[in-house]
C-alpha cells in the first residue's frame, strides 16, 4: 500500500486521494511524489477531485526535517509542483478535512474549490513558530478570507476551530464526524456535481479562477526564491526548525 491511494467513485466521475501514512499523514518527498503522479493521471472524464486523509487526521503537514535550507528547495519545488498541477488539471477538487490539517495539509486544503470538515477539524498555518512561512497560503488566504484575517493565521500561526472555519467563509458544509462528512459529501457531489459536463466544469473553472490562478502562477516560484535564498539564510529560521526537530524552545536573535 502506498502513501496515496486513489479511488474511483461514481462510476469514475470522482476520484478520491488518501493521505495515507496515518497518524500524521506528513507530505514528505515520497508522499507528493506518489500524489503528483496520481493527479498526473486524472482523466478527462474525472468531474471532481477529492483529498482526504487516512485515520483520524488529515495531515499534519509537510515534513519538517525536509524544510532545513539544504533541503527546502526540493521540498518547495515537489509542493508547489503539486498546486501547479491542480490549476493545469482544471478539475474542481475538494477536501475532506477530519482532525488536524496544518501547514502543507491545510494548504492543500486551501487550494480546494470545496472544504468539508467535521467538528474534529483544527486547521492552522503554524509555520511561524518554527521561524518560517507558508508560501502558498500567504498567496491564498487573502485571496479567500481577506486580507486582516489571512494576516491573523499567517503571524500568529494560530490553530482555528470548524466553527471559525466556517465564519471565515472557508468552509462549504460542516458535520459532526468523519462517517457523517463522506456521506454528506457524496450526497452534495451527486446533486451538485455529477448532472454538470465535465468539460464545462473546467472551462467554468478556470474562468472562476481567473484571478487566483494569475496570482499563484505569477508569484509562487518568487515566494519560493524568497523563502530559499533569503528567510533560510536568516539565524533564526535555521533555530526554528532545528530546535524542533531537536525538541526545544528555539532560541531567537531576531536575525
Not at 514528505?28 to 503522479?37: H, K, T
Not at 533541503?71 to 498541477?85: S, W
Not at 491545510?106 to 492552522?124: I, M, Q, S, V
Request: proline share 4%; net charge negative.
Amino acid at each position: 500500500m502506498g502513501k496515496i491511494t486513489t479511488e474511483s467513485l461514481f462510476s469514475g466521475q470522482v476520484v478520491r486521494f488518501t493521505l495515507n501514512a496515518p497518524k500524521a499523514n506528513v507530505l514528505d518527498a515520497e508522499m507528493m511524489m506518489a500524489l503528483q503522479s496520481a493527479l498526473e493521471e486524472t482523466g478527462t472524464d474525472v468531474k471532481l477531485i477529492q483529498f482526504t486523509g487516512a485515520g483520524d487526521h488529515f495531515s499534519f503537514g509537510a515534513s519538517v526535517p525536509e524544510h532545513s535550507k539544504e533541503n527546502a528547495p526540493e521540498m518547495l519545488r515537489h509542493f508547489h509542483g503539486l498546486f501547479k498541477t491542480i490549476m493545469e488539471l482544471s478539475v474542481p477538487s475538494m477536501a475532506l478535512v477530519s482532525g488536524q490539517c496544518l501547514g502543507g495539509g491545510f494548504e492543500l486544503a486551501l487550494a480546494c474549490n470545496f472544504l468539508f470538515l467535521d467538528k474534529t477539524a483544527r486547521l492552522g498555518q503554524p509555520e511561524i513558530n518554527l521561524g518560517v512561512f507558508a508560501p502558498p497560503a500567504s498567496l491564498i488566504l487573502p485571496l479567500k478570507v481577506g486580507q486582516t484575517k489571512a494576516d491573523e493565521l499567517l503571524l500568529t500561526g494560530k490553530t482555528i476551530k470548524p466553527e471559525e472555519v466556517m465564519q471565515s467563509g472557508l468552509g462549504t458544509q460542516l458535520f459532526d464526524d468523519q462517517q457523517s462528512m463522506i456521506k454528506g459529501a457524496d450526497a452534495w457531489v451527486e446533486n451538485n456535481i455529477l448532472p454538470k459536463s465535465a468539460s464545462s466544469l473546467r472551462f467554468a473553472l478556470k474562468a472562476a479562477r481567473t484571478g487566483f490562478n494569475q496570482n499563484l502562477s505569477a508569484n509562487l516560484d518568487d515566494l519560493a526564491r524568497f523563502y530559499t535564498e533569503e528567510l533560510m539564510k536568516s539565524h533564526d529560521a535555521n533555530e526554528g526548525i532545528k530546535s524542533f526537530l531537536e525538541k526545544r524552545n528555539p532560541e531567537w536573535t531576531n536575525s
